[in-house]
């Protein structure tokens, strides 16, 4: 589950800009201090701070759904329910291990919050979406786009479903509704939304597909923050590496969020990898919709990836097009393998970028990613990038630490990292 703070109405009046700051230096003097203690940090180390907005910050936000008709769990466990006596339906959200009624959600984007009692609202007088309704889910962008998930207990969402689902977009401004029940999906509308707010330092925009169900930076302006941050360590790294052309291998690279916009202007050619088909689909069309040139992306594991390809710093291309995803088929240099047709190209890489799910990396591909000049790390868990710096501070050494407020007023943190070899890059 996403790691969002359970923020109510009654916390609303603490969100200030001063009650944010205050927050933001006390967890970001300790994740720096808890990296010092270890020296995985140091004085020459650069260390930024990349602030979220106080409040309104997130697109992507779910809840259960309180219905006072319904005889459910949420009936037994709600701490602070309606009267009995009304006909009432909510959103719920855990607080401390207890549930809570989330008539407003702050942390929410404006959008979101303008949206939510217009759903329930709609819903509470519809016996058609609200029979079994469990749960919601908003995916939204800054230019007003929101997708609703509704998600039941089994039950079939019939074409009447359908036409109120249809009748609750117009009411509430949503350019899509997606019902979920156990083995069934019914969309109405669109199941995604294009974020164009991307506009980084350099002044170039992008625009990305978010879909429902899948993985987005839920906050736009660390989204910002994070890409411009790796931009100026990609402008270093050109720098620093003479060899030319300069290739990144960018390991964990979801939908292309990293990969647009580090494409073309800082490296030459970019190989991206990930495991997930469906973020393989998304990330191909952000590519192709801001013109991304250079860059592939390939659908793999990254840890059998790693054991044919992350030693040897080197991939061939069999220039092999798939004219419906317009893809590219991938193959190593192992020779083991059985096409063994010329490769058009051979891509060398001098650097590499790995933004790994909370478990870090394993231990083989850290060993590899060892070897390579310079390294670029985004880590949604400092317990396991502190392991992970253990292990790459043996040949490698912290230039830029940064720490980046993907979540207010929580103990979750994310943190990124820019090494470079110990000894003289040649």
Same mark, same amino acid.
């Given at each position: 589950?996403?790691?969002?703070?359970?923020?109510?109405?009654?916390?609303?009046?603490?969100?200030?800009?001063?009650?944010?700051?205050?927050?933001?230096?006390?967890?970001?003097?300790?994740?720096?201090?808890?990296?010092?203690?270890?020296?995985?940090?140091?004085?020459?180390?650069?260390?930024?701070?990349?602030?979220s907005k106080h409040k309104?910050?997130?697109?992507?936000?779910?809840?259960?759904?309180?219905?006072?008709?319904?005889?459910?769990?949420?009936?037994?466990?709600?701490?602070?329910?309606?009267?009995?006596?009304?006909?009432?339906?909510?959103?719920?959200?855990?607080?401390?291990?207890?549930?809570?009624?989330?008539?407003?959600?702050?942390?929410?984007?404006?959008?979101?919050?303008?949206?939510?009692?217009?759903?329930?609202?709609?819903?509470?007088?519809?016996?058609?979406?609200?029979?079994?309704?469990?749960?919601?889910?908003?995916?939204?962008?800054?230019?007003?786009?929101?997708?609703?998930?509704?998600?039941?207990?089994?039950?079939?969402?019939?074409?009447?479903?359908?036409?109120?689902?249809?009748?609750?977009?117009?009411?509430?401004?949503?350019?899509?509704?997606?019902?979920?029940?156990?083995?069934?999906?019914?969309?109405?509308?669109?199941?995604?939304?294009?974020?164009?707010?991307?506009?980084?330092?350099?002044?170039?925009?992008?625009?990305?597909?978010?879909?429902?169900?899948?993985?987005?930076?839920?906050?736009?302006?660390?989204?910002?923050?994070?890409?411009?941050?790796?931009?100026?360590?990609?402008?270093?790294?050109?720098?620093?590496?003479?060899?030319?052309?300069?290739?990144?291998?960018?390991?964990?690279?979801?939908?292309?969020?990293?990969?647009?916009?580090?494409?073309? /202007? &800082?490296?030459? #050619?970019?190989? *991206?990898?990930?495991?997930?088909?469906?973020? $393989?689909?998304?990330?191909?069309?952000? =590519? @192709?919709?801001n013109d991304a040139h250079?860059?592939?992306?390939?659908?793999?594991?990254?840890?059998?990836?790693?054991?044919?390809?992350?030693?040897?710093?080197?991939?061939?291309?069999?220039?092999?097009?798939?004219?419906?995803?317009?893809?590219?088929?991938?193959?190593?240099?192992?020779?083991?393998?059985?096409?063994?047709?010329?490769?058009?190209?051979?891509?060398?890489?001098?650097?590499?970028?790995?933004?790994?799910?909370?478990?870090?990396?394993? /231990? &083989?591909?850290? #060993?590899?990613? *060892?070897?390579?000049?310079?390294?670029?790390? $985004?880590?949604?868990?400092?317990?396991? =990038? @502190?392991?992970?710096?253990?292990?790459?501070g043996k040949t490698h050494?912290?230039?830029?630490?940064?720490?980046?407020?993907?979540?207010?007023?929580?103990?979750?943190?994310?943190?990124?990292?820019?090494?470079?070899?110990?000894?003289?890059?040649?």
């Open positions: 589950p996403d790691p969002v703070p359970a923020i109510t109405e009654m916390d609303e009046g603490e969100m200030t800009p001063e009650c944010y700051a205050k927050s933001l230096e006390k967890r970001s003097s300790l994740a720096f201090e808890d990296f010092r203690k270890l020296n995985l940090i140091d004085k020459d180390t650069k260390l930024q701070v990349f602030p309104h910050y997130r697109s992507r936000v779910g809840f259960g759904i309180y219905d006072s008709k319904n005889k459910n769990a949420y009936r037994q466990l709600l701490q602070n329910p309606p009267e009995d006596s009304k006909d009432y339906l909510c959103h719920v959200i855990w607080r401390d291990g207890v549930l809570l009624r989330a008539d407003r959600f702050p942390i929410a984007s404006e959008w979101i919050c303008k949206a939510m009692p217009l759903v329930t609202s709609y819903v509470l007088g519809c016996e058609t979406l609200r029979r079994e309704l469990r749960g919601a889910k908003y995916l939204g962008s800054s230019n007003g786009q929101l997708v609703l998930t509704l998600i039941y207990k089994a039950r079939k969402l019939e074409g009447s479903w359908q036409t109120n689902a249809a009748n609750l977009c117009k009411a509430a401004g949503l350019v899509g509704i997606v019902g979920r029940s156990k083995g069934v999906r019914v969309v109405v509308g669109a199941h995604f939304v294009v974020e164009d707010g991307v506009k980084l330092e350099d002044g170039r925009t992008f625009k990305y597909r978010h879909v429902e169900s899948s993985f987005s930076n839920p906050n736009l302006t660390m989204c910002v923050h994070t890409l411009n941050w790796l931009c100026s360590c990609s402008e270093d790294i050109r720098k620093r590496i003479a060899k030319r052309p300069l290739n990144l291998l960018e390991l964990y690279c979801g939908s292309g969020n990293h990969t647009v916009a580090l494409a073309g /202007k &800082f490296f030459d #050619e970019i190989l *991206g990898v990930e495991i997930d088909k469906k973020l $393989v689909d998304f990330a191909q069309h952000n =590519l @192709k919709v250079g860059a592939r992306i390939i659908k793999a594991d990254s840890q059998r990836f790693c054991r044919q390809v992350l030693r040897k710093r080197q991939w061939q291309i069999t220039g092999v097009s798939d004219e419906k995803n317009e893809t590219l088929d991938f193959r190593s240099s192992d020779p083991d393998l059985k096409d063994n047709s010329p490769p058009k190209q051979v891509m060398d890489f001098s650097a590499v970028l790995v933004d790994p799910p909370r478990a870090g990396l394993d /231990k &083989f591909t850290c #060993e590899n990613v *060892g070897t390579y000049p310079a390294l670029l790390y $985004v880590s949604c868990n400092p317990e396991a =990038l @502190k392991r992970d710096m253990k292990e790459l050494r912290a230039i830029r630490f940064a720490f980046l407020d993907h979540f207010p007023y929580t103990k979750h943190v994310e943190c990124a990292v820019y090494m470079v070899k110990k000894a003289p890059l040649k």
